[in-house]
């Protein structure tokens, strides 16, 4: 039977119960304290298995996106752990062995995280797509209006399609998600 609790990160309310597996879905940059959150992730998940989605920062700079809003590179670094880090603190933290999985983007993505629009970046020109991204939420006004900006006038004038317009043919794209899960140790 699947039961699915919704609890704080840091203090599950799984005292004496466990689960068999954990999901973090794009959540875990947003643990103050990522060590004491992979403690109680382990705590309660014992010997099931984690699974993080995650982004791997080392790939923001080759994203085209940056061009139009340079800080993006900075806030990347600075919210998300590197995969290496990440995948040592979980083996560390938790014992047991990790292996990672690259989630290539499909052209057609439904779900507004950070690089929906790779291949469609007139996305990034709605407002509500924008809103459902925390990364434009950390934006200086001034950035914002400028990258906007920017980027409207190359996809009116082609300059985008020029640069970028290689990607409208592709059906998938890297863009650095992660899939990181643990394995039992042999």
Do not use: C
């Not at 689960?19 to 992730?41: D, P």
């Not at 291949?119 to 914002?144: A, H, M, Q």
């Not at 300059?159 to 970028?164: G, I, L, M, Q, V």
Request: glycine share 4%; proline share 3%; hydrophobic share 40%.
């Amino acid at each position: 039977m699947f039961k699915a609790l919704r609890s704080k990160a840091l203090n599950l309310i799984l005292i004496h119960l466990y689960a068999e597996s954990s999901v973090i879905m794009l959540a875990f940059h947003h643990f103050q304290n990522y060590r004491q959150a992979l403690q109680e992730i382990s705590r309660v998940t014992k010997n099931g298995q984690v699974i993080l989605f995650t982004y791997d920062p080392a790939m923001i700079s080759n994203f085209w996106l940056t061009q139009y809003f340079p800080s993006f590179i900075a806030d990347v670094n600075l919210t998300f752990l590197s995969v290496a880090k990440l995948s040592s603190e979980i083996e560390s933290i938790m014992g047991k062995t990790v292996s990672i999985y690259p989630f290539l983007l499909p052209n057609d993505l439904l779900d507004s995280f950070a690089a929906v629009g790779w291949s469609r970046p007139e996305l990034y020109l709605d407002n509500t797509i924008r809103n459902g991204i925390s990364s434009f939420s950390k934006l200086s006004e001034n950035e914002l209006e400028h990258g906007i900006s920017r980027l409207s006038e190359d996809l009116k004038v082609g300059a985008w399609d020029r640069n970028y317009g290689y990607l409208r043919e592709q059906t998938l794209y890297d863009a650095g998600y992660r899939f990181i899960y643990t394995i039992d140790k042999y």
